[in-house]
């Protein structure tokens, strides 16, 4: 077969020109003459291929039975790239973290395609192949090469062949083709379980799909080269900027539990009373809170929030008692967060503050996405329980000097307040006909005792007066004792008087066993209240 002239020889000895694949066999004809005794000469004429197998069989594999012939193959192909950006804000990406489906124009799916970490979306290069081998029309997405081909066996499937008419003018009278155009549209995969927001946009474990669009249409055209026909030009619109956006939010919060503990008084006495400041790493006052009516400390809820469509940054509401930080991006969560508890030291009166073993609490926070629902972060506050604060009522215990007979205040008696356990004098003193009082929170913990060691002239020693303070604070005693109105313990010591004559009255004449004879200490006591130890 006489090949054209400009035709490319290929490997295996075929030529190419114009997308067509030349028959380089050659036939040997064999031509005998035969007298046939009758006046003729027979002739038969045989043609055979030289050598063993000719191209067609090679290429077809198989013994060629279609007879001697010259047999050519048409191959075209072309192809076209798009190109496009996956943007998540709130949080960085990862390989191949979205998918993105191509599909014809009947919603077939022909590729599936993901996203790399720079933001990238690895959409496959569009080709299209004529290729005579070709079992009919179809597509094949190679992942490997990121492929998607549509191939078919025959030029006038892949192109608009316009045949002439019957009546065509000499020369006019060839198969043109015209280009053909193939439909697609590119979404993104929505997860199932997906939430549809009704406005086109998905939300699923903190990631809002679809915020540009929901899908894109592209139209690829498909023609033949005008000066190689075996060239395929392929042209796809809308081929740029395929761009799909999601945004990432989450949030999660925690708090700490802490009491106030008040010994020597009742916590229910004294709500909203203790003030505790809870301030951040760098010092700076975040809030002041208070406690309840059962001690609990109302400490702040600690929030943390990532959207990056907020304002970035910390602030405190104090209707709702909490302190929200705010980033845009997931990765500008800090590793720990470090906040101070201090209380306030206040001045309520015959109060010690921070009479615990702590001062002061470190609380460190920490925000992690969940590894299975993404839109919660897990929040832990450390520590989160028993954040207490312990203070002290000044409790105070208070001796009155008076005369078992008549009631009277005495002066000029020495008593002496004595540890039991290892007789340490902790006050000695002189009555002067007040009370005289002793600061129970001073003296420890352990058994006490009242003991007069000199009494006034004419007055034998009183009886011994015995309380105990516990390792809590805890005031008890199983002496007789009143309770002023500031919650303190006042005991009375009796001296009977030496056996004379006098004009002192019984104690039941001076009105009752609390009626001490002095007036206007008379008028304060009878203001006082009885309370269990």
Partial sequence: EVVPEGAVENEDGTYTYNGVTYDPAVFQITATLHDNKKGLIEVSVEAKPEGELTFVEK??????????????????????????????????????????????????????????????????????????????????FDEANNTLTLTTNNLEDMVTPVIPAEDAEEGSDLVTYEPKDYIYTINEVIPEGATDNGDGTYTYKGVTYNELVNDYTLTATVAVNADDMGILDVSIDNKEGLD??????????????????????????????????????????????????????????????????????????????????????????????????????????????????????????????????????????????????????????????????????????????????????????????????????????????????????????????????????????TYDHIYDDNGNAIFIMRDPKDARTGDEAPLAAAGGAFALGVAGLAAVLAQKKKRRA
């Avoid at 279609?66 to 709130?90: C, M, P, Q, W």
């Avoid at 000695?428 to 009082?437: K, N, Q």
């Fill in 244 to 477: 799909f956006s999601n945004a990432y939010r989450a949030k999660g919060e925690d708090t700490v539990v802490g009491k106030k503990i008040l010994k020597g008084a009742d916590i229910k006495d004294y709500e909203g009373l203790f003030s505790f400041t809870v301030s951040d790493s760098e010092g700076n006052l975040i809030t002041t809170v208070t406690n309840d009516a059962e001690g609990n400390i109302l400490y702040p809820t600690f929030r943390y929030v990532v959207n990056p469509d907020a304002e970035a940054g910390a602030v405190y509401d104090e209707e709702e008692n909490v302190y929200t930080v705010t980033v845009n991006a997931y990765e500008d969560l800090a590793e720990v967060y470090r906040y101070k508890v201090t209380e306030v030291e206040g001045d309520i009166e015959d109060m010690a503050y921070n009479v615990g073993e702590k001062l002061e609490y470190d609380i460190t926070v920490t925000a992690v996405a969940d590894d299975e629902d993404q839109s919660i972060l897990n929040v832990v506050a450390l520590p989160n329980t028993a954040v207490d604060f312990v203070n002290r009522q000044y409790f105070k215990a208070g001796l009155y000097k008076v005369s078992e007979n008549s009631g009277e205040a005495l002066k000029g008696a020495v008593i002496r307040l004595v540890r039991v356990d290892d007789g340490e004098i902790i006050d000695e003193w002189t009555s002067d006909g007040s009370v005289h009082m002793i600061n129970l929170i001073e003296i420890g913990t352990g058994t006490f005792r009242f003991v007069e060691v000199k009494s006034p002239s004419g007055y034998h020693l009183a009886k011994n007066i015995e309380f105990t303070m516990s390792e809590d604070g805890e005031f008890s005693s």
């Fill in 59 to 140: 290429l077809l594999g198989y013994e060629f039975k279609f007879g001697n012939a010259f047999v050519n193959f048409y191959h075209a192909e072309g192809e076209d790239t798009i190109s496009g950006t996956k943007t998540l804000r709130g949080r960085n990406l990862t390989d191949g973290e979205y998918q993105f489906e191509i599909k014809d124009e009947d919603g077939n799916v022909l590729a599936t395609v993901s996203n790399n970490a720079d933001g990238t979306i690895n959409y496959p290069v569009f080709r299209y192949v004529v290729n005579h081998l070709a079992e009919g029309t179809s597509y094949d």
